[in-house]
């Protein structure tokens, strides 16, 4: 089952709405640690289009992506 989430978009002319983006359409994302007052994340879709986002909603993006996006591989204990 796909997952969506929601943004809000900014036209070129101003206006402003509401745009649905599946989860599984991020290709990847460019996040700049160095900026520590605020979280500005800038996200490229599989099909060549892209938008960054900031605030308390890029947090909660990164961490959507993290957790359903990244493979995150365990060094085995017993392995030498």
Known sequence: MSEFFEITVRRED???GIQYINIDAVSYAEHDRSRTASTELKVYLNNGYWFTISGPMADDLLYLINT???LQFKRNPSAG
Do not use: P, Q, V
């Open 14 to 16: 101003g206006s402003e």
């Open 68 to 70: 359903r996006l990244c």
